[in-house]
């Protein structure tokens, strides 16, 4: 039985993300572009498409939480069951206990929910993979209402937006796909952290994290966005630098990829880079704020830095030099060599 209440948290995720039209966006001569995408993809970065390449799907806000709540479900339902346990009373579950086991369902679905909600707001496509099922088919999903309201606010062509995004979450497909290792380690990661974690109230983890040490010291870290580490603990916390660096180099590598393989099909590539370059610093307030405590901050991060880091390697040693990356696990980039690429190469490719 599960123990977050996944029903409400889709209702909760679609009732925050609202339903804008999604002006006719289809997937259309965009579809039909994918598997050139994904070989010129191949062809620049030296990984081979061995899998057959997801179709192309446009989906509204409703379907992309739909997808990502089944994604979510395998990683958060061990977490949820560590952190409401039920108790027994001669012999039988308490009855209050139960309610109130029943009740921390509710509101963790209605969490997971609204946070799903809040981010279909603004992504604009994802190569949905589930990372602790290998037999799982993976998803090429664009998301229409997004994508529509980008074009029109920015003021750049709708088409070729579609066809630059399209080809970052290609560009994902063709890493799982070329490098086969990838899903089971950043599955085992995933795996092992979860096993790791010693889920109590997020509360009093907190209030232990804010009296247990220095106070200046520890409303500096909220200050800096890192509630997760204070969450999670330090003994767990290397296991997730290991998980943020080898996103920041999936997502790094996408970002740079999308730029060099569009600038061989998207006349308009120069305006489509400032204008999402634009959008991500121009979040107002409440986006920052709620970006900051969420954690979503580190994702904005993940894009800079590895983007970085495979922009300085390909303009030293070329794009087969960052090929290598995608070896085997002991090949990723730690998290200073992220930010230092040179330590990265002397090791790997001295």
Same mark, same amino acid.
């Given at each position: 039985?599960?123990?977050?209440?996944?029903?409400?948290?889709?209702?909760?995720?679609?009732?925050?993300?609202?339903?804008?039209?999604?002006?006719?966006?289809?997937?259309?001569?965009?579809?039909?572009?994918?598997?050139?995408?994904?070989?010129?993809?191949?062809?620049?970065?030296?990984?081979?498409?061995?899998?057959?390449?997801?179709?192309?799907?446009?989906?509204?806000?409703?379907?992309?939480?739909?997808?990502?709540?089944?994604?979510?479900?395998?990683?958060?339902?061990?977490?949820?069951?560590?952190?409401?346990?039920?108790?027994?009373?001669?012999?039988?579950?308490? @009855?209050?206990?139960?309610?109130?086991?029943?009740?921390?369902?509710?509101?963790?679905?209605?969490?997971?929910?609204?946070?799903?909600?809040?981010?279909?707001?603004?992504?604009?496509?994802?190569?949905?993979?589930?990372?602790?099922?290998?037999?799982?088919?993976?998803?090429?999903?664009?998301?229409?209402?997004?994508?529509?309201?980008?074009?029109?606010?920015?003021?750049?062509?709708?088409?070729?937006?579609?066809?630059?995004?399209?080809?970052?979450?290609?560009?994902?497909?063709?890493?799982?796909?070329?490098?086969?290792?990838?899903?089971?380690?950043?599955?085992?990661?995933?795996?092992?952290?979860?096993?790791?974690?010693?889920?109590?109230?997020?509360?009093?983890?907190?209030?232990?994290?804010?009296?247990?040490?220095?106070?200046?010291?520890?409303?500096?870290?909220?200050?800096?966005?890192?509630?997760?580490?204070?969450?999670?603990?330090?003994?767990?916390?290397?296991?997730?630098?290991?998980?943020?660096?080898?996103?920041?180099?999936?997502?790094?590598?996408?970002?740079?990829?999308?730029?060099?393989?569009?600038?061989?099909?998207? @006349?308009?590539?120069?305006?489509?880079?400032?204008?999402?370059?634009?959008?991500?610093?121009?979040?107002?307030?409440?986006?920052?704020?709620?970006?900051?405590?969420?954690?979503?901050?580190?994702?904005?991060?993940?894009?800079?830095?590895?983007?970085?880091?495979?922009?300085?390697?390909?303009?030293?040693?070329?794009?087969?030099?960052?090929?290598?990356?995608?070896?085997?696990?002991?090949?990723?980039?730690?998290?200073?060599?992220?930010?230092?690429?040179?330590?990265?190469?002397?090791?790997?490719? @001295?």
């Amino acid at each position: 039985m599960d123990t977050i209440d996944w029903a409400l948290a889709q209702k909760v995720g679609e009732l925050v993300a609202g339903n804008p039209p999604s002006l006719d966006v289809q997937a259309g001569g965009v579809g039909a572009l994918t598997q050139s995408f994904a070989d010129r993809v191949s062809s620049y970065t030296g990984l081979h498409l061995a899998a057959e390449l997801p179709a192309l799907e446009i989906v509204d806000r409703s379907s992309w939480i739909a997808a990502n709540l089944g994604t979510m479900r395998p990683l958060l339902e061990p977490l949820a069951k560590k952190a409401i346990k039920p108790r027994r009373a001669f012999g039988r579950q308490a @009855p209050l206990t139960n309610a109130l086991n029943s009740a921390s369902g509710l509101m963790l679905g209605a969490q997971v929910g609204a946070l799903t909600g809040v981010l279909s707001q603004r992504v604009l496509g994802q190569y949905d993979i589930e990372l602790l099922n290998p037999s799982g088919k993976p998803r090429l999903l664009l998301v229409a209402p997004n994508l529509a309201q980008v074009a029109q606010s920015l003021e750049v062509n709708r088409e070729q937006l579609i066809s630059w995004v399209a080809i970052h979450e290609v560009t994902h497909a063709v890493q799982f796909s070329g490098a086969p290792w990838l899903q089971a380690h950043l599955g085992g990661l995933m795996q092992e952290l979860i096993e790791r974690m010693q889920v109590t109230v997020s509360a009093t983890d907190l209030f232990k994290g804010l009296v247990g040490g220095d106070l200046r010291d520890t409303l500096e870290r909220l200050r800096r966005g890192e509630v997760l580490r204070l969450t999670v603990g330090e003994a767990r916390w290397g296991l997730v630098e290991q998980l943020q660096s080898t996103m920041s180099l999936i997502e790094g590598h996408a970002e740079h990829v999308m730029d060099a393989v569009g600038a061989e099909v998207l @006349p308009s590539l120069s305006a489509l880079r400032q204008a999402m370059n634009t959008r991500r610093t121009s979040r107002g307030l409440p986006w920052r704020v709620l970006e900051r405590f969420l954690g979503i901050e580190l994702k904005m991060r993940q894009y800079q830095v590895g983007r970085r880091f495979c922009d300085l390697v390909v303009e030293q040693r070329g794009p087969a030099a960052l090929t290598r990356a995608f070896a085997s696990a002991n090949d990723l980039p730690s998290a200073a060599e992220l930010d230092h690429p040179s330590l990265w190469l002397t090791r790997v490719d @001295p």
